[in-house]
């Protein structure tokens, strides 16, 4: 039997540009787990639903996030880069999920309550409410061994886990039941203005968000603002220091130096060095990144050709699960 794990994540198409928590949170292990696995990545477009609908920028959006996926490593050799809605077996198996879970269990969900209360909840619609169940729909339709994401999505893997569950044990073992691929350290990266704010792409200000399309220069001296403390002392310390904190797991994470290395190296100098050798990592880490993702968007029909053959391989295995499960559930075939 092969070693082989299959692989699947999602990202929203929610920006022109991913940010670095995406990417170090997340999208640096995609590109990692290709090898040796089966890999199966996602623009989830319509979970992109759940919040403000503009059809120009969805299309946009979707085209730039195949093309910052397939420019940081995403290779559509090794792995299946596709759209969730080319793949009607999404909303097929989502409303079965939403069939299975419980008014109160989906209550519970933290990122609904946070986006709900955002906008006031009389506002809030009801796709944001019913989204975990989609999202657990998109992992069980691929049979996923593995979901890498970053921390804020572990109560929707959990959520995947439990409904999982609960239907092998009522209709019959159908769904494996997946784990969350979850990093000790990089799994929450901080805004660089409210370092104790997660950074994230509907954040207020885009002044403490590092995006990975926005010219080296002003990612450069958003990170030469980056909020620290009054000391001068560069160490790793969530509580005392969160913005050197954040900043040293940056560093690490993309200069492949240990946060003690990195203390060491710096032990002698003050913030103003430290915060200069963190941009250029950044800059000079996605600078060829960014001119890639600029070239393929040049060409929109390459990139659509390579969505549609992932999106017919996805087609594949998801028809596969959904008969399984009708058929166990009693649907007429
Ligand atoms: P999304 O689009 O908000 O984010 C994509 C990935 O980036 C991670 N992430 C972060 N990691 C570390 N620090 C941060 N500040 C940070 N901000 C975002 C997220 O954890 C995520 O892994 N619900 C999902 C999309 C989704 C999905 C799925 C994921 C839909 N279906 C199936 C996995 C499997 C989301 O909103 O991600």
């Known amino acids: 039997m092969s ?154 893997i959990e959520l995947t886990r439990d409904l999982a569950t609960r239907f092998n044990t009522r209709f019959g073992d159908t769904f494996r039941i997946p784990e969350g691929y979850i990093l000790k350290s990089g799994a929450k990266i901080y805004d660089l203005q409210d370092p104790t704010a997660k950074m994230s792409k509907s954040s207020g200000s885009t002044s403490g968000v590092l995006e990975i399309m926005d010219t080296p220069e002003s990612n450069a001296k958003k990170i030469k603002s980056a909020a620290t403390d009054a000391q001068r002392e560069v160490k790793f310390d969530e509580k005392a220091k969160p913005g050197i904190s954040n900043l040293l797991t940056i560093h690490s994470t993309l200069s492949g130096k240990s946060i003690a290395d990195l203390e060491a190296e710096f032990a002698d100098n003050g913030y103003g060095d430290f915060k200069g050798a963190v941009a250029e990592v950044v800059v000079e880490y996605f600078r060829p990144i960014r001119a890639k993702a600029l070239e393929l968007l040049e060409d929109e029909a390459h990139l659509l050709s390579i969505l549609h053959e992932g999106s017919r391989k996805a087609r594949e295995v998801a028809a596969e699960t959904i008969n399984t499960t009708y058929r166990n559930l009693g649907i007429v075939q």
């Not at 070693?3 to 198409?13: D, F, N």
């Not at 022109?16 to 040796?36: C, I, M, P, R, T």
């Not at 623009?43 to 059809?55: F, M, N, R, T």
């Not at 397939?70 to 090794?78: F, H, L, T, V, W």
């Open 3 to 156: 070693a082989q794990k299959r692989i699947l994540s999602g990202i929203q198409p929610t920006s022109e540009s991913f940010h670095l928590g995406n990417y170090v949170g997340a999208l640096k292990q995609w590109v990692a787990l290709q090898d040796g696995n089966d890999a199966f990545y996602c623009i989830v477009d319509l979970h992109a639903l759940s919040g403000e609908i503009d059809p120009t920028l969805l299309r946009k959006r979707t085209l730039a996030s195949a093309a910052q996926l397939i420019a940081m490593g995403i290779s559509p050799e090794k792995s299946t880069l596709f759209v969730q809605s080319q793949v009607p077996q999404h909303n097929q198996l989502g409303w079965i999920m939403e069939c299975l879970a419980g008014i109160g269990e989906a209550s519970r969900m933290t990122q609904f309550k946070d986006k709900s209360a955002k906008g006031g909840a009389d506002s809030a619609r009801v796709g944001l409410f019913t989204y975990p169940m989609l999202q657990a729909a998109d992992i069980l339709l691929y049979q996923a061994h593995q979901v890498p994401v970053g921390e804020d999505q572990r109560q929707h």
